[in-house]
């Protein structure tokens, strides 16, 4: 048992002996080991190379590395016949001879066209039956205002000659009743024949007062509803049969871009190989509640008569030549609603300019407004700027500052 004491007492001192080695040995690798070099420091780059300095205005420093990313275009202005607006459009209604071919009679099944024919005349045909009921109506109550009219000039011209006449017929009963050969009897049923004809003849001219008046709420609620379906009264009654009324839907948010008299080509899905020429005749008073648009009317010279009511075409509108600035559609950076340019402004400054942008034409989009000539706007690169393009919008709470 001794013995054994002894050899646990020297295997412990052992032990700690070779932690205590161990220990020492790892401290003095520590205290020999060459020290790391520490790094170098890297040069730091700015986190304001682009911010905001203002509402709407924006700096970005010339040496910052996003301006090799970014592309400086001048605008110029560009002589241009391309449309300002397409849009969709279809063939609403056509005058055409009475004479209606048995061809005209299938394409007008198919496509769900109206046709109104009158012997001797030429006919309408239009691209709905309600349209065609709508038409006759107003058709009708236009009819009714003359001969309204001519009724109550014909009332007033009655009442005044039985007016006349028992005026004279009563002055001669009174000559004869004064000389003693008629009784005075006679006069007085004269007299009072002479109210009746007054109270009679203000009857009838009263009933044809009312019913022209009528006639003439009938039409005008007849050409409210021919605007409705977006049909001009006015161009039925002007049109001739080498054009068609052409109508189309125009957004409501693009209503700026249409005005009467701008000229127009169409293409149309049954007659792909040619282009049709016109000229917008009207804009309709109202906008259409399901479609919330407002519906346009244009003339469409068909002298080959090759088109039919119900035919649908692509109506590029405001061909007329013009000077129109064009942008790569790489600068317009659109937020919301709205698109927004960033025109250059001070030296490293660029001001967000809200414009409003046409059709496209080609890789570059027409600017209508917000832009002139001669401005520098940002090009390929403009879309990495949107996020602080979007923050340095002014708020409608902004002092002294536009939305």
């Avoid at 401290?27 to 890297?42: I, N, Q, T």
């Avoid at 780059?45 to 911010?51: E, N």
């Avoid at 519906?295 to 068909?302: M, Q, T």
Wanted: charged share 25%; with cysteine; glycine share 6%.
């Amino acid at each position: 048992m001794k013995a054994r004491k002894i050899l646990g007492r020297f295997g412990s001192v052992a032990q700690f002996a070779i932690a205590l080695a161990a220990t020492v040995g790892f401290l003095f690798y520590l205290l020999r080991a060459p020290a790391k070099p520490e790094p170098e420091a890297r040069p730091r780059r700015p986190l304001d190379a682009v911010r905001i300095v203002g509402p709407g205005v924006i700096r970005i420093d010339a040496d910052s590395p996003l301006t090799d990313k970014l592309q400086v275009i001048p605008v110029l202005s560009t002589r241009v016949t391309t449309p300002v607006l397409n849009v969709t459009g279809t063939v609403a209604a056509s005058l055409r001879p009475s004479s209606v071919r048995h061809s005209e009679v299938e394409l007008a099944a198919i496509t769900g066209a109206a046709i109104v024919t009158s012997r001797g005349h030429d006919s309408w045909q239009f691209n709905s039956p309600d349209v065609l009921t709508t038409y006759m109506d107003w058709q009708r109550a236009t009819a009714d205002i003359s001969f309204s009219h001519a009724q109550l000039a014909s009332a007033r011209e009655l009442a005044a000659v039985r007016l006349a006449a028992q005026q004279a017929q009563i002055k001669r009963l009174e000559t004869y009743v004064a000389a003693g050969t008629d009784a005075r009897k006679d006069l007085d049923i004269a007299r009072a024949d002479l109210i009746q004809v007054e109270l009679q003849g203000r009857k009838d001219v009263r009933e044809a007062e009312v019913a022209m008046k009528k006639a003439i709420r009938d039409e005008a609620a007849g050409a409210r509803q021919l605007q409705q379906a977006g049909l001009d009264p006015a161009m039925l009654t002007s049109v001739t049969s080498d054009v068609d009324i052409v109508m189309a839907d125009v957004p409501e948010g693009f209503s700026n871009r249409v005005m009467p008299g701008q000229n127009c080509e169409a293409i149309f899905f049954g007659v792909p190989n040619a282009r049709f020429t016109g000229r917008v005749r009207s804009i309709a008073p109202v906008v259409s509640k399901d479609r919330r648009a407002l519906r346009v009317l244009f003339f469409i010279d068909d002298l080959n008569d090759r088109l039919r009511p119900g035919m649908f075409a692509e109506i590029g509108m405001g061909t007329d030549a013009r000077q129109a600035l064009l942008v790569p559609t790489d600068s317009v950076i659109h937020v919301g609603r709205n698109d927004y340019l960033l025109i250059a402004g001070e030296p490293g400054e660029w001001k967000v300019a809200a414009v409003d942008v046409g059709e496209i034409h080609q890789d570059r989009i027409e600017v209508l407004r917000g832009l002139s000539s001669g401005d520098r706007v940002l090009g390929s690169g403009a879309i990495l700027l949107k996020p602080i393009v979007a923050k340095s919008l002014p708020t409608p709470n902004t002092p002294g500052v536009e939305p």
